[in-house]
């Protein structure tokens, strides 16, 4: 009995938290008994994915674990069959929601696709630690996986909320779907699919998901306060935070606004942030030399080996906003196009480079890409005159 009720509160404790934060930024509240009606959905359809998923592993032999069916059918399985159900589920889940006559402010899209989320991350949490209660590892995958399940469903339900407000369908949510697609693959195959020692680099990654949900989250709380007439706002709105610039505002810093693109820039900006790049990762083996750190008892199946792995990451990253500040500021361009097209090209480079070294370097490195653009812009929006 206590086992059971061990298990079951890990599970549920998470998503009450998470639920509890929805809720305290959605000014309007939406009605009780339809958000529940969609948590309840997605969670009968994490049941439904679940147990095909298992049933499809019976047959094929592939599983999400790298080391029990191989590097390359654990991502075939990931992206081609695990991801897209376990996404089109929630959307199903949330979808008498959005045709129904509540669905009226675009935040409601990020409410209700949270919702459906919330339910499908319940059941996903129970079942894995009812297979391993006590496990410390397990339990750090569950914590993980609930904000990750929010941020996947808050990308397509964006685009469900500006769908509503425009009243068009476009092409946001088959854009924003497909992007939520194969963050859920790569994040799974980090927390799921390898051992322990890649829970380090979903941390990373789950920081960088949740700063992401923030500008979508205050992008449509702002688009709801246009339309709305009130004025009084909550203070545990999201929108309070306004400092850092909206989405529009990035949006349009990253064209080339009627003039021509300034290609030697995006060439010199590549050199500078390769360069970067490799003065970062001198910088932190010079670091963990001097603080007495060995490099080479880094093991995947470890997480407490793997800060000297976290400590060289953190150099290199560190080399993207200062390339993006030095070419924004250089160049005395106002847009980001040059430094984030630039940014982008060094990773490309740096991940075909790895891709002759092995499949595990080019996965850890796609994970942490999204992470090093977004550090770029940052960097050369700092930058920029």
Known sequence: MLDTLRWLSLALLPTVAAALLVR???????????????????????????ALEVHVARLTGMTIEARASGEGPALLFLFAFVAPLRELVKVAACWPAFRSRHFDEPYDGVVYAGAAALGFASVENG????????????????????????????????????????????S???????????????????????????????????????????????DLLRRGQERSTLTRMSLASIDVLSGPPSIRRVRDAMGASGRPIMLRWIAIGTLVTAGAMVLGA?????????????FSIVDEHD?????????????????????????ARASGIP????????????????????????PVAVVLALALAPIAFGLACIGAWVGRT
């Open 24 to 50: 305290v930024t959605d000014r309007e509240r939406e009605p009780l008994w339809l958000v529940s009606t969609t948590f309840a959905l997605g969670a009968f359809g994490g049941l439904f994915a679940l």
């Open 127 to 170: 079942f894995l630690l009812r297979l391993h209660p006590d496990g410390a590892v397990g339990i750090a995958r569950a914590l993980l996986s609930v904000p990750a399940h929010l941020f996947f469903a808050c990308l397509w339900g964006y685009a469900l909320g500006r769908a509503r407000q425009t009243k068009e369908p476009g």
């Open 335 to 358: 847009s980001l196009l040059e430094p984030a097209a630039s940014a982008g090209l060094a990773i490309v480079v740096v991940l075909g480079a790895l891709g002759m070294v092995g």
């Open 172 to 218: 946001g949510f088959p854009l924003l779907f497909i992007g939520a697609l194969l963050a859920h693959g790569l994040y799974v195959h980090l927390v799921y699919g390898r051992p322990a020692g890649a829970l380090v680099v979903a941390a990373a990654v789950l920081a960088a998901m949740s700063a992401v949900s923030f500008f979508l989250a205050r």
């Open 282 to 294: 001198c910088a932190s083996v010079a670091l963990g030399h001097f603080g007495g750190v060995d």
């Open 303 to 327: 997480v407490a080996t793997t800060a000297p792995l976290a400590l060289l990451g953190a150099g290199v990253l560190a080399a993207f906003p200062l390339s993006g500040f030095l070419i």
